[in-house]
């Protein structure tokens, strides 16, 4: 069922989520949207405007041009700390609190919503604020790294033919496979699924949701635009996180 932007949330929603102990909540760069965080394939700018997102996340990418893909997640890095959490990542942070147990998996790599307060977060693809070394994939010490800025990227102090890569999942790479089974494990004994900001293209997280589904669990997504996932959802709140989430916090 679509909900409109200006309709109020259905009984049958409210009730599912006040009656539900176990919440799980996926969460996609749409929910960074509203930050002012260019989705994945919002059209890239500048530099690399002519270069496949999907090509600069990956490890041949960076083993071919590392020096375009390090610079491309300098930007990004840049462009996150000049921005902010918005009123999606405060009220999960609110919801979180509101649950006997409260599983958010984030697909994002920004960091956003620790910093609104959300705490654990399983980060499927990392955290582009961390970096380690491209052989032994050890964390590297910021103060390393301005050691080493004349060089883009950095060597890494791990491995004579390391260098600094960001601490995020590219495209072909594993997800680390503890925090993949605590997702799975939090969407099959949940009694609700929320998913939030993401297109539903990307696994195997965009499976994560399919798993509550199958349990037959309620589901809620919440996205301006039908996702992969529309379809499965009992409800489609149609619009930007930053207003739906908000609501959902409010209505408990
Ligand atoms: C894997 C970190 C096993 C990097 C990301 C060939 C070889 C290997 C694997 C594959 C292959 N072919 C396909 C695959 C699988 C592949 C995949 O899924 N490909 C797809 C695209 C076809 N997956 C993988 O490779 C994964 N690993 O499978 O390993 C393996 C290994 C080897 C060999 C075989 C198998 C790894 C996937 C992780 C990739 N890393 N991020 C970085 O960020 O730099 S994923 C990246 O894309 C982001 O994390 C992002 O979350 C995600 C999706 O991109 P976006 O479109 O930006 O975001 P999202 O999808 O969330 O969409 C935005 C949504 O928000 C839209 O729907 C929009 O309508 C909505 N929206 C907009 N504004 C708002 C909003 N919603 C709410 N409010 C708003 N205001």
Not at 184 to 210: K, N, Q, R, W, Y
């Amino acid at each position: 069922m679509r909900i409109d932007r200006d309709q109020d949330l259905p009984e049958a929603l409210i009730a599912a989520l006040t009656s539900a102990d176990r919440v799980a909540v996926l969460t996609g760069a749409g929910v960074s949207a509203e930050s002012g965080v260019p989705t994945f394939r919002d059209a890239q700018t500048g530099l690399w405007a002519r270069h496949d997102p999907m090509t600069l996340a990956s490890p041949e990418g960076f083993s071919r041009q590392p020096d375009l893909v390090w610079d491309w997640y300098q930007h990004r890095r840049r462009l996150i700390a000049e921005t902010a959490p918005n009123a999606g990542h405060h009220a999960l942070a609110r919801l979180q609190k509101r649950f006997e147990q409260f599983t958010l998996i984030t697909q994002n790599v920004d960091g956003f919503h620790q910093l609104a307060g959300s705490e654990p977060v399983l980060e499927l693809h990392g955290n582009i604020q961390r970096t380690i070394c491209s052989q032994t994939r050890q964390l590297i010490a910021p103060d390393w790294l301005d050691q080493h800025s004349d060089q883009q990227p950095p060597p890494s102090p791990h491995h004579p033919e390391g260098l600094a890569r960001p601490d995020v999942v590219w495209f072909g790479e594993m997800l680390d496979p503890e925090t993949l089974d605590q997702a799975f494990a939090a969407a099959e004994h949940c009694d609700l699924m929320i998913v939030a900001g993401t297109s539903g293209l990307v696994h195997p997280a965009a499976g994560i949701p399919l798993l509550a589904v199958r349990a037959g669990k309620p589901m809620i997504d919440i996205n301006p635009d039908r996702s992969e996932l529309s379809g499965l959802a009992d409800w489609h709140l149609a619009g930007p996180s930053a207003h739906w989430l908000p609501k959902l916090a409010s209505s408990l």
